[in-house]
């Protein structure tokens, strides 16, 4: 299977908003507004982490299918820690972003636990996201 490529673009709306393209839709990424923002929008590590909940649904869908069972409903609740002190140049003894992330996901089903187990473990296994979250990925932060 060839690779996929996806894109975004986007412009600076203020200090602490951004308007973002990806396709045909408009993404608005805010912070809130103790964070010098409005408060209009999720703020970028909020994005990760629904990002990761749409990514394990889908996935969480389709590894039940291909395992012969429905998933009648999927609750996924997804919570991160992290310290903003570098963010905000005040320290550099943590890193910047999440230093954990729980993932709870509760589905309602008839598989039996050891089923669950097995499509859990494909489940993460095969989340672009959370592949993406768990490994480093290399990245290019350039001028353009």
Same mark, same amino acid.
């Given at each position: *299977? &060839?690779?996929?490529?996806?894109?975004?673009?986007?412009?600076?709306?203020?200090?602490? /908003?951004?308007?973002?393209?990806?396709?045909?839709? !408009?993404?608005?990424?805010?912070?809130?507004? #103790? $964070?010098?923002?409005?408060?209009?929008?999720?703020?970028?590590? !909020?994005?990760? @982490?629904?990002?990761?909940?749409? %990514?394990?649904?889908?996935m969480?869908? @389709?590894?039940?299918?291909e *395992?012969?069972? !429905?998933?009648? #409903?999927?609750?996924?609740?997804?919570?991160?820690?992290?310290?903003p002190? /570098? $963010?905000?140049?005040?320290?550099? !003894? #943590?890193?910047?972003?999440?230093?954990?992330?729980?993932?709870?996901?509760?589905?309602? %089903?008839?598989?039996?636990?050891?089923? @669950?187990?097995?499509?859990?473990?494909?489940?993460? &296994?095969? %989340?672009?996201?959370?592949?993406?979250?768990?490994?480093?990925?290399?990245?290019?932060?350039? @001028?353009?």
């Amino acid at each position: *299977m &060839s690779d996929l490529k996806f894109r975004i673009q986007a412009h600076k709306a203020s200090a602490a /908003k951004t308007v973002v393209k990806a396709r045909n839709f !408009e993404i608005i990424v805010d912070e809130p507004e #103790d $964070l010098g923002g409005t408060n209009s929008a999720p703020n970028p590590v !909020e994005y990760v @982490l629904a990002a990761f909940a749409g %990514c394990l649904n889908v996935m969480g869908n @389709l590894i039940a299918s291909e *395992m012969g069972f !429905e998933l009648k #409903d999927l609750k996924i609740d997804i919570s991160g820690t992290l310290n903003p002190a /570098k $963010l905000f140049g005040k320290s550099d !003894e #943590d890193r910047a972003g999440y230093k954990n992330i729980v993932v709870k996901l509760i589905p309602t %089903c008839d598989a039996d636990e050891a089923t @669950l187990q097995k499509w859990l473990h494909a489940v993460e &296994s095969r %989340c672009p996201v959370s592949d993406n979250i768990q490994n480093t990925t290399p990245v290019t932060v350039e @001028l353009g």
